[in-house]
């Protein structure tokens, strides 16, 4: 009995339990990161390493670590069900586990750029798949018999005759094994998959619906302190002088340092932290300029009238495809800076001391951090570790360990372990923005054909602000594309869908525009143009045309394009990002004379569709996104200060202004791409031109809220 | 710092905590119940939803000198098994994205449905329109609530 007790466990005890089990056995459970969907787990007594993606307890269980951060892109089910597909294994008998950043073991641990899928579906499938043959090899050994005889079936080896032996009876034989190359296994056909490609419900669903703890901010470590900092209030103020007198006074408070040019408060819980920091009278001066959105938008508007020396894509002439044109049409589109308010604010765990730096929490980027870490701390890389919580959410944000390096810093001057967290205040008004940008399209037009098109990006610290060969790159005969650049003193990065997030949508409001001019239904005018790029392209093809019209003409049969129900007004938006093609129809509603987008629908093209569950999650989150920050997100700076530091002032999307959202998946068995991001980028879009259709005024700038009223 | 007496998830506790401290951190620093969560602090996101003698509230926005007998139910609390209707629905629609805003909207839920069984989907917005979800999973927490009311 006793060894039932603790070997019988269900999810609600299941951290405690496997706490009294990693003493003695290979287990070694990362605190909160395990998660099973069944009711009972029976744990088994013993856990024999495979390789290092996986485990197998004599009864058949099996661990499957996964390697990415987990920010809500639900990579912790999709990427274990990939392995266990090639394992052959039942999913019942799969126990998920986060895995820590292990660059010798894993490839590319990021969650970035929509691309775990893409970039790990090889290797999940190899690492399953030589566990697997390692399996079969041990049964071939024990049953004396050549192991191409031998076949799998969920979770057994079966021999020829129909004997079977169990993975977890061959576990302990299949660990001792030579190692499988990769070379000398064969992977899956796609129509034998048992488990890709089935509702999968998120490996961590259970804790999550109980309040288990899993999140960085959850963190509770042996000695631990809580730091909150308190940074200049504007980019490009420093620290003069500070005064801490009322801050100590603060019950709980223990120590309150500057570095650099902020300053640190430790206290012994969030709160103290928080209040003390509050009491801290500190006085700054201006170091550089102290920037203004209304300065931004004037030099922007004047780079888009600038000629670049470096023009990013040419075909053609456009001047004299300008010259000759029948009617010229040209648009400036506008977007602001914008906060990535994940819902839980940045927060990260450090613990210093002499030999070793243990870093714990929610990160996007484990191994680019580390190396910050390590040349801040001057330590060698290999002192520090990475182990990584579940996130409350990413969008780019947390690609940036900023808060990391702050952890460690605070950590190794206060010598001792430190919770840092962000207020919501902290989050919103020290981020790393979306950048301001600006576009200037033009097209000339002849003969009812485009034959001439010229866009222009100006963006703050963006870089190239353009996809230059992306649709309508190889449609257009006469096709230039410039970017100019804007530096600033404020931080800026990766967004969510970076720099597509706003150029998609400037881009499809473009061409819907561009298609009334000339006269043609705003789908036919894009098919024709991939038609174009398809048969006879224009200089370099970068994207395939063919995925493109499959999109927009799953979108226009699934929403009925083109038939018109009273009342409802369409719009229409393709973009292809990220390696994702997906095409948006947008039906709005007009009450009392004020649009209201009820549903979007929206067909997309990611290969083979790992979760179908989770991957329709995306697709409703990354509308919503879009549509919500298309609407409402607002976000300026006045000398180097951000204009809203919480939610009180900052509208963001809401349940009552969210649409409903279908998404239909192209069926095909290429390889996965990512969900992530790309059904964002045309979200903008589709609701622009479903307000132009419901005879509203076009809309060039975000939040459209400003524009006009939105019934939410 | 003050002692105080709480009724938290049916259990009497005793917590050491300076009077203005919120529920929200008494409940996650000092009481190691970290379900309920911090979003904004200023009882605009609802992501530290709990119950009050059953009715939902932001935590984040009253201060523990304010419960006195009233009974503190956090996500820990609201069902032995996690098993609630709610939490039951939840997992059948697979709601969450990254996760965090959930067990404050599960709380804001099931205190809906306390007073009003049958809800209609602008009643539900109404209820629900004070908890943010970042990730945008607003049609399937709505989708979960339909469930556990039994609205098709
Ligand atoms: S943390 Fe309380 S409402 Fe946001
Ligand atoms: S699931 Fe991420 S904030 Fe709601």
Redesign the interface.
């Known amino acids: 009995m006793q060894k039932d007790n603790i070997f019988q466990t269900n999810?609600?005890s299941f951290l405690k339990v496997s706490g009294i089990l990693s003493g003695g056995l290979v287990l070694g459970f990362t605190w909160g990161s395990c998660t099973r969907p069944e009711d009972i787990i029976v744990m088994p007594k013993e856990w024999y390493d495979i390789n290092g993606y996986l485990k197998i307890g004599e009864n058949g269980l099996v661990t499957i670590m996964s390697p990415n951060p987990e920010?809500?892109?639900?990579v912790k089910t999709s990427m274990p069900m990939i392995i266990a597909e090639e394992l052959d294994c039942l999913w019942k008998n799969v126990i998920v586990e986060q895995g820590a950043l292990n660059t010798d073991v894993f490839s590319r641990q990021v969650a970035g750029g929509s691309q775990s899928l893409r970039a790990g579906w090889t290797s999940l499938r190899t690492a399953g798949a030589t566990a697997r043959k390692m399996l079969v090899n041990a049964a071939a050994q024990q049953w004396e018999v050549d192991p191409s005889t031998l076949k799998t079936e969920e979770g057994f080896v079966v021999k020829e005759t129909g004997e079977k032996l169990s993975y977890g009876d061959l576990a302990m034989a299949a660990s001792k094994g030579e190692p499988v190359k990769s070379e000398d296994v064969q992977l899956k056909d796609p129509k034998d998959f048992k488990i890709i490609g089935t509702?999968t419900?998120?490996v961590?669903?259970?804790n999550?619906?109980?309040?288990?703890?899993?999140?960085g901010?959850?963190t509770?470590k042996e000695g631990m302190a809580?730091a909150s900092v308190m940074r200049p209030p504007s980019f490009g103020q420093k620290l003069v002088s500070f005064n801490d007198a009322d801050a100590r006074s603060v019950?709980?408070v223990k120590d309150v340092f500057q570095f650099g040019d902020k300053i640190a408060v430790i206290a012994d819980?969030?709160?103290?932290a928080?209040?003390a920091k509050k009491a801290l009278k500190a006085e700054w001066t201006d170091e550089g300029t102290l920037e203004n959105t209304e300065a931004h938008d004037a030099q922007l508007l004047a780079l888009l009238n600038t000629k670049s020396e470096t023009p990013k894509r040419k075909d053609g002439d456009v001047d004299k495809a300008f010259a000759e044109a029948d009617e010229i049409l040209e648009r400036i589109y506008e977007a602001p800076f914008l906060p990535h308010?994940?819902?839980?604010?940045m927060n990260f765990f450090a613990h210093v001391t002499d030999d070793k730096v243990d870093l714990l929490g929610p990160i996007q980027t484990p191994q680019w951090t580390r190396g910050n870490v390590a040349k801040l701390l001057n330590r060698p890389e290999e002192q520090v570790s990475v182990d990584m919580t579940?996130?409350?959410?990413?969008?780019g944000r947390r690609l940036y360990g900023d808060f990391a390096e702050e952890a460690a810093e605070i950590s190794s001057i206060a010598k001792m372990p430190i919770q840092l967290q962000f207020?919501?205040e902290d989050d919103m008004t020290a981020g790393t923005y979306r950048p301001a940008s600006k576009y200037k399209f033009k097209a000339a037009i002849k003969e009812g054909k485009l034959t001439g098109y010229h866009l222009v990006g100006a963006g703050v610290n963006m870089g190239n602000s353009t996809r230059e060969d992306n649709f309508p790159a190889s449609a257009v005969e006469n096709y230039l594309v410039e970017s100019h650049e804007l530096k600033s003193n404020i931080t800026t990065g990766a967004w969510r869908a970076p720099i597509t997030n706003f150029l998609a949508f400037a881009e499809q409001a473009f061409f819907d525009e561009l298609a009334t001019k000339i006269g043609k239904d705003p789908v036919e005018f894009r098919l024709e143009l991939f038609e174009r790029a398809k048969n006879n392209p224009v200089g370099k093809l970068d994207y395939d045309p063919e995925k493109s019209i499959g999109v927009i003409k799953l979108a226009a049969e699934k929403s009925n394009w083109g038939t018109k129900i009273d009342g409802v007004y369409q719009g229409f938006s393709a973009y292809y990002s990220h390696n994702t093609y997906v095409a948006e129809v947008a039906n709005v509603v007009l009450e009392n004379g004020n649009p209201r987008v009820t549903n979007v629908v929206c067909a997309i093209d990611c290969g083979i569709v790992v979760n179908p569950?989770?991957a329709k999650?995306?697709v409703?989150?990354?509308?919503?996104?879009g549509i919500?920050h298309a609407m409402f997100g607002d976000f300026s700076f006045k000398n180097g200060r951000a204009n809203h530091e919480?939610?009180?002032t900052y509208k963001?999307?809401?349940?009552?202004d969210?649409p409903?959202?279908e998404a239909h998946f192209v069926k095909n068995t290429n390889d996965p791409t990512g969900l992530g991001e790309p059904t964002l980028p045309p979200a903008g879009g589709a609701l622009a031109n479903a307000f132009a259709a419901a005879g509203r005024e076009r809309l060039y700038k975000q939040p459209f809220i400003q524009q006009i009223k939105i019934v939410g | 710092m003050a002692t105080y007496n709480i009724k938290v998830n049916g259990s009497s506790r005793d917590v050491n905590a300076d009077p203005d401290t919120p529920i929200l951190w008494v409940l996650r620093d000092k009481l190691d119940l970290v379900g309920t969560k911090y979003g904004c602090g200023i009882a605009q996101c609802g992501a530290c939803t709990i119950h009050l003698d059953g009715k939902a509230v932001r935590s984040c926005s009253i201060p523990i000198s304010a419960v006195g007998s009233m009974e503190i139910t956090s996500i820990e609390g609201l069902s032995e098994k996690g098993d609630h209707p709610l939490q039951n629905a939840w997992k059948e629609h697979d709601v969450p994205q990254c996760g965090y805003c959930q067990a404050g909207q599960i709380m804001q839920a099931a205190s809906l449905l306390k007073t009003n069984k049958k809800p209609t989907d602008a009643e539900i917005d109404e209820a629900m329109d004070g908890n943010l979800c970042r990730c945008g999973t607003y049609n399937r927490v709505k989708a979960a609530i339909k469930t556990a009311a039994k609205i098709n």
Do not use: H
Not at chain 1, 390 to 395: A, E, I, K
């Open positions: 999810r609600r920010i809500g892109q639900n509702e419900s998120n961590d669903l259970e999550i619906v109980t309040g288990k703890p899993l999140f901010i959850d509770k809580y019950s709980g819980s969030n709160w103290s928080m209040k308010n994940c819902l839980e604010p579940r996130m409350g959410g990413g969008f207020t919501r569950l989770g999650n995306q409703e989150g990354g509308v919503v996104d919500g919480n939610f009180g963001m999307i809401r349940m009552s969210a409903a959202v």
